[in-house]
Nanobody, 119 residues
Framework: QVQLVESGGDLVQAGGSLRLSCTVS????????FGWARQAPGKHREVVAS???????NYLDSVKGRFTISRDNAQNMVYLQMDNLQPEDTAVYYC?????????????WGQGTQVTVSS
């Protein structure tokens, strides 16, 4: 059973940085893809970054150049380095992975970590 546990959320001022961590319990970590998503109050959850098993990354346009996703296959960890944070980045951030069963995608999520950026 895969479990995802996020940490690192905090209150920071605009322009500041945070590093979110996701601890993953999985025997198949190195072959899995991962992502970070966020959900602000009253808004839909949106994926901000993803990283494939071979290290390819993708980012939401609004965070390109400010956020960096990375993974450590030896430690079963996924990270999201967030620089130059802005008030609009305020949200609960979730670590995510997925697999396919009978042709259907199944998403797994952590409990989330709160990031608040003050202006």
């Amino acid at each position: 059973q895969v479990q995802l546990v996020e940490s690192g959320g905090d209150l920071v001022q605009a322009g500041g940085s945070l590093r979110l961590s996701c601890t993953v319990s999985s025997s198949t970590f190195s072959s899995a893809d991962f992502g970070w998503a966020r959900q602000a109050p009253g808004k839909h959850r949106e994926v901000v970054a993803s990283i494939s098993s071979d290290g390819a990354t993708n980012y939401l346009d609004s965070v390109k150049g400010r956020f960096t996703i990375s993974r450590d296959n030896a430690q079963n960890m996924v990270y999201l380095q967030m620089d130059n944070l802005q008030p609009e980045d305020t949200a609960v951030y979730y670590c995510n992975t997925w697999f396919h069963r009978a042709g259907v995608r199944v998403d797994l999520w952590g409990q989330g970590t709160q990031v608040t950026v003050s202006s």
